[in-house]
């Protein structure tokens, strides 16, 4: 081998003695740290046992509880319909004003402030009521400065309703007319809120204001208790009285024979038929006729479910037209 290389090798070997040592000194630090960093790990694993109290006993697990429904959407509020446009009718404003508060507490984020809902109500005004509005607006008045003395301030100009002595003298002269009993019941029920009078009183006029037919028809029935009831009854007995005009208008229902209880046939003859009138004969006096002789409560219900006059027991006609009355007699 040539001297040089020969020389070569040697300084290489002799290097790779000097990184071998030094490899051995850092491995040798390393365990020393290893040694040491694992001694101060179970010196503080033992502290903390010894800290530690000891665990819970573990308890049984718990069924899940379900998910909440989920929460209405806050940002929608629910649909309300608009006021009608008032005008300064003095019977109205406080319906008016009832509406609009419904409105606002349905939407308060729609109309969170004072001005907007004052706004929301002249929106809503014509004629008188808007002129009126415009006025204080205009000028701005104190009046426009918080909703509650807006409202105020307009219940003093235009909520004058019939109250008290009032309310008395229009309940006592409120008359049926040619109204349906349902229509004639709403003015009453509406004037008997403001009139202050008591039960038997209200019952009282209200009987007093229904057409004479159709108190003739409600002689027949069982005294009624309360307003509730004679109302009740009166709406009953005037819808089959103008169904039956309807009937008499169109040409009268079907022929059909009416049935009849064999002592009653025994006596007054074959069961009338609908639509048609028999001949007139002498009328013998009958047990069965009102203002001759009392009838069951039994018979007059059967009179009433048959559609037959309360008074002679016939069909085609009711009690205030009944042919057989004397007062009708007398009347034509």
């Not at 939407?107 to 706004?119: D, G, M």
Request: some cysteine; proline content about 9%.
């Amino acid at each position: 081998m040539n001297p040089a290389d020969l020389d070569a090798v040697r300084q290489a070997v002799s290097m790779q003695g000097t990184l071998l040592g030094h490899h051995s000194t850092s491995l040798q630090e390393i365990m020393t740290g290893l040694q040491s960093l694992s001694t101060s790990v179970a010196a503080i694993q033992e502290r903390l046992n010894a800290s530690a109290e000891p665990p819970a006993p573990a308890s049984a697990p718990t069924p899940e509880s379900p998910a909440p429904a989920p929460a209405p959407c806050p940002d929608r509020e629910p649909w309300v319909p608009t006021p009608e446009r008032y005008d300064g009718d003095m019977g109205l404003c406080r319906s008016f004003l009832l509406q609009c508060g419904l409105v606002f507490d349905q939407q308060p984020r729609t109309y969170p402030t004072e001005k907007s809902r004052i706004a929301f109500v002249i929106g809503l005004l014509r004629g008188d009521a808007l002129k009126w509005a415009s006025a204080i607006w205009e000028r701005q008045s104190p009046y426009t400065q918080t909703y509650s003395d807006f409202t105020s301030e307009m219940r003093k100009v235009f909520d004058h309703p019939v109250r008290g002595r009032d309310a008395s003298k229009r309940l006592y002269s409120l008359q049926q007319g040619v109204r349906s009993v349902a229509e004639y019941a709403v003015e009453f029920r509406t004037l008997a809120e403001e009139s202050g009078w008591n039960g038997e009183a209200l019952q009282a006029g209200f009987y007093n204001g229904l057409s004479e037919q159709l108190k003739d028809e409600l002689l027949s029935y069982p005294e009624t208790m309360g307003l509730d009831d004679t109302i009740s009854l009166a709406m009953r007995v005037d819808n089959r009285i103008r169904e039956r005009r309807r009937e008499r208008k169109r040409g009268g229902r079907p022929l059909q024979p009416l049935s009849r209880h064999p002592e009653e046939e025994r006596r007054n003859g074959p069961p009338a038929v609908l639509g048609m009138e028999r001949e007139a004969t002498p009328v013998e006096p009958e047990p069965m006729q009102l203002g001759r002789y009392h009838i069951d409560k039994e018979e007059q219900q059967r009179r009433r479910d048959s559609n037959s006059c309360l008074y002679c027991g016939r069909s085609g006609h009711y009690l205030a037209s009944c042919p057989q009355r004397p007062s009708n007699r007398r009347a034509r």
